[in-house]
């Protein structure tokens, strides 16, 4: 009989007890074991819950069980998550977690101590909510270069912009939604900024290269300056925004970053709305792969989470596989200022722009698609045009 316990009881962590428990039947039968959760940490005591007899307090109830061996964390925040999850791969227990700010800031370290002590570090839930995306990542495109991660990473923003897009709704009203369907981090800063999905990039671009940045040194912006005439230009040129998280992985180096992008109607990626994530991946030997799904939600990130613990059940007599990550150094980063797309410049005057591809005028406002520049051209032109310019979006 395993023994598992869940570090934390909110959103995620309470799915994770209800996909153990719904599911456990046909999941003890595809293992050819059972488990039972143990014990369930929580700062709040859960009286209503079936699961009430099973919360503690004290973590070191859990730290110091033996019978023990697979943690769930699922608290958010790096502290005292990152402290726990190192206490329990310490003390040889495999931790499982879907806390994308502890993998993108500690990975390194974490998988480290993992490898040592002969347990796994698994973070399946971290990217895409429920998506398959990390596993399939490391074993069914191992045997490729990833050259190139493009994809819309948090959900939170995306069900904002399609309610903004479709039904006019507010910024506010959109994320009060999003807050009560159980998608926004406790501070939606996270979301709306372009943390959260900073925090993603790094964990996907380390997959593919073994290199992770830290989340807090990329380019990020989130969706908070957009306005409903961006929204309608980008219409009028036959494109959708999108929160993108994206990465490189070229000779010059990796390069990493989130910003809203113009992303035309022909790209895949423009017609995932609502919560669903989807990422774009470039691979030297596959071409291009698309992953899909619900990207933030209660049992969707659940899901994710549970298919960790399976993992973890049922190869917990084989040697346990290693993620070896090493922290990116300057000189594995490409120069950001010679990152090159095309872009749309938003302008209030009639401008002269070069290799200019596609002009409208709506609103009384211009818009330009350019062809590819790097952020080096797109500052200068900014600068000599700053009375001009309204908002300047990258294209992918
Ligand atoms: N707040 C996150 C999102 C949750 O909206 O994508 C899933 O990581």
Redesign the pocket.
């Known amino acids: 009989m395993v023994k598992i316990a869940i570090l934390g009881f909110g959103v995620v962590g309470s799915g994770t007890a209800e996909v153990l428990t719904e599911n456990k039947k046909i999941i003890e039968e595809r293992l050819g074991c059972e488990y039972s959760i143990k014990y369930i940490l929580d700062l709040r005591d859960f009286p209503d819950s079936p699961f009430a007899e099973l919360v503690t307090h004290d973590f070191n109830d859990i730290l110091n069980d033996d019978e023990v061996t697979v943690v769930a964390e699922m608290m958010g925040g790096s502290h005292p998550a990152y402290d726990f999850s190192k206490a329990c791969l310490e003390a040889g227990k495999h931790v499982i977690t879907s806390n994308?700010e502890v993998v993108s800031n500690f990975g390194v370290e974490l998988c480290s101590i993992a490898a040592a002590h002969g347990v796994r570090y698994l973070f399946e839930a971290s990217v895409g909510?429920g998506i398959p995306v990390i596993r399939p990542m490391i074993n069914d495109l191992a045997s490729n270069k990833i050259t190139k991660i493009c994809g819309i990473l948090?959900?939170?923003t995306n069900y904002i912009l399609t309610k903004m897009r479709d039904e006019g709704a507010s910024f506010a009203d959109a994320l009060a939604e999003a807050q009560k369907l159980g998608?926004?981090?406790a501070n939606p800063s996270a979301?709306v900024d372009g943390i959260?999905a900073a925090r993603k990039i790094v964990i996907l671009a380390a997959l593919a290269s073994g290199k992770l940045i830290s989340p807090k040194s990329i380019y990020t912006e989130g969706i908070t300056a957009i306005s409903l005439l961006d929204t309608k230009i980008a219409e009028a040129i036959g494109c959708s925004i999108k929160l993108i998280g994206q990465a490189r992985i070229t000779a010059d180096g990796l390069c990493a970053l989130v910003s809203p992008c113009m992303v035309p109607k022909s790209n895949p990626l423009s017609r995932i709305d609502d919560v669903f994530n989807g990422i774009l991946i470039d691979a030297n030997m596959v071409g291009e792969v698309m992953f899909y799904g619900p990207?933030?939600g209660k049992l969707p990130?659940a899901s994710a989470v549970v298919a960790d613990i399976i993992d973890v059940i049922a190869h917990r007599d084989a040697e346990q596989k290693v993620i070896a990550w090493e922290e990116a150094k300057d000189c594995d980063l490409a120069d950001f200022s010679e990152f090159s797309c095309k872009r749309v410049f938003i302008t209030s005057a009639k401008l002269e722009l070069p290799c200019v591809k596609q002009f409208v005028t709506l609103d009384g406002a211009f818009a330009y698609l350019t062809d590819e520049m790097t952020e080096t051209e797109v500052e200068k032109i900014k600068t000599s045009n700053a009375d001009a310019i309204l908002s300047v979006f990258r294209v992918i």
């Open positions: 994308k909510g948090n959900g939170t998608y926004a981090e979301d959260d990207g933030a990130t």
